[in-house]
């Protein structure tokens, strides 16, 4: 059966490969992690759009504006769980390619137990107190009210999400990105259609929303466990790792190692999320209207962003296989090909968005002023995605090597010095909505120009040297 994602995917591979820009084996070697990553990444986030979109028909602009203002604080968890698994691919990828398989279950067991730790303390915070965290970010009687009910419900999947993120990472770093393709990107689609049936036919409206993200997040997490359990799922055939999920769960030394890497990539994570909450904030001085029209364009740009995924995680795997061997100039070959790989797949999505931007926005409004701004911060947000595809590609060693510092800084500095000034004088003077578009330009190019740097110095391997030991594991 043709995938067409694979198809696209392969063909930029052939194409570059053809112009002497990436090695042809590397390349297929790419493709092959990377596809069945983005076809996750493109159903869990047309999943997420679908949510916008249908609370969008069902109830209009303030349903969307209140899911903009809980997604921050839900996604916030998620990304303290994608840090985390970020470190867990580091120290997966690297036993991987040692040979030291027998650790593996370790440092997994290890990465559940810190998710765990991180993830549960803020459940318990949003299904409080979820109107008072709405309110503080919130404008709106309608959009607040919709808002505090998608939080609290929908703050139940942040522990099972973390969760699935380490599971998927886990597999990834052991060569094998298909299993987490079939099982998370089955579900967003089973997803859709309960969300679907729990919005329209039950008139559940936003709580529909978040109850079905509940209930596909825990049925993940299930499928993952038990399939690493046991080291194979069914129809799947045998999974390249097995993972004990039997006592000690704790290894100081793997802790210590997991939290060096996962700390800078978590607060980076927060900062980029975190930094929604004044964003939306100041964006909610334009009116809900200009609110509604943003969060579309935000997730419109994250859906474009799903190459990043798998092209971001193939070269975290890649680069840490080689890494973990004590392959440095093979690693260096895989982070520069990957590098260029992604770059030129974001060049493809980018165009194609910027041009179908106005039948996209129809897909989520019907007012004509509102479906105007959001064309016009979709074709922003277009821009703006291919610096994101710039800071993906030059994340992959840094993340595989253990050097996450950096990123968090450049994070911070467009959040703190270019992206929320903007958005202010875009409110308060006769900047306008300009401020808006050059917002989501400096957020994603300001961190993009910063993690690029790092990756030129090439520190990450003094670095990755430092750390050979402590990642690729001891009895």
């Not at 992604?342 to 968005?353: K, R, S």
């Amino acid at each position: 059966m043709l995938n067409p994602v694979r198809a696209l995917i392969e063909s930029v591979g052939r194409l570059l490969a053809r112009l002497n820009l990436i090695g042809r084996s590397r390349a297929q070697r790419i493709s092959d992690l990377a596809w069945p990553r983005i076809v996750t990444g493109l159903a869990r986030m047309s999943k997420a759009t679908a949510d916008v979109g249908m609370v969008g028909l069902a109830l209009g602009p303030a349903a969307i504006a209140g899911v903009g203002y809980g997604v921050p604080y839900w996604t916030m968890t998620f990304m303290l769980g994608g840090g985390i698994a970020g470190g867990t691919i580091s120290l997966v990828s690297q036993r991987y390619g040692a040979g030291r398989t027998d650790t593996i279950g370790r440092a997994v067991r290890v990465s559940v137990v810190a998710a765990l730790l991180v993830t549960l303390p803020l459940v318990g915070l949003f299904w409080a107190m979820p109107g008072p965290l709405i309110r503080l970010i919130g404008t709106g009687d309608a959009a607040i009210g919709y808002g505090t009910r998608y939080l609290q419900v929908a703050s139940l999947a942040m522990p099972f999400s973390a969760l699935n993120l380490i599971g998927s990472r886990t597999l990834i770093g052991a060569d094998d990105a298909w299993t987490p393709m079939v099982v998370r990107a089955g579900g967003a689609v089973v997803n859709v259609a309960v969300n679907a049936v729990l919005i329209f036919v039950f008139d559940l409206g936003v709580v529909g929303a978040a109850l079905g993200t509940v209930v596909g997040s825990i049925g993940g997490v299930a499928i993952l466990g038990w399939g690493l359990a046991r080291g194979h799922l069914p129809g799947l055939g045998a999974l390249p790792v097995q993972v004990d999920w039997t006592a000690p769960y704790w290894h100081a030394a793997d802790a210590r190692h997991l939290a060096r890497i996962s700390t800078p990539l978590a607060l980076r994570k927060v900062a980029q999320n975190g930094g929604q909450f004044p964003l939306l904030a100041i964006v909610g001085l334009f009116g809900p209207n200009v609110v509604a029209a943003f969060v579309v364009a935000l997730r419109v740009r994250a859906l474009m962003n799903t190459p990043g995924w798998g092209f971001g995680l193939a070269s975290s795997s890649l680069v840490g296989q080689s890494l973990g061997a004590g392959r440095e100039p093979e690693a260096d070959e895989y982070a520069r090909d990957t590098l260029r790989f992604t770059v030129a797949a974001y060049v493809v999505v980018a165009v194609a968005v910027f041009i179908v931007a106005a039948p996209v926005s129809h897909l989520f409004v019907t007012e004509p002023a509102v479906q105007s701004t959001t064309t016009a911060l979709i074709r922003a947000a277009c821009v703006s995605v291919l610096l994101w595809g710039v800071m993906n590609g030059a994340m992959g060693p840094l993340r595989a090597s253990g050097d996450t510092t950096w990123p968090f800084y450049g994070q911070i500095a467009g959040l703190v010095g270019f992206a929320l000034p903007l958005a202010y004088l875009g409110a308060t003077t006769g900047l306008g909505i300009w401020g808006l578009y050059g917002t989501l330009f400096v957020e994603t190019a300001v961190p993009a120009a910063v993690i690029y740097y790092r990756y030129q110095t090439e520190q990450w391997k003094r670095i990755s040297r430092a750390n050979r030991q402590a990642a690729v594991g001891s009895a």
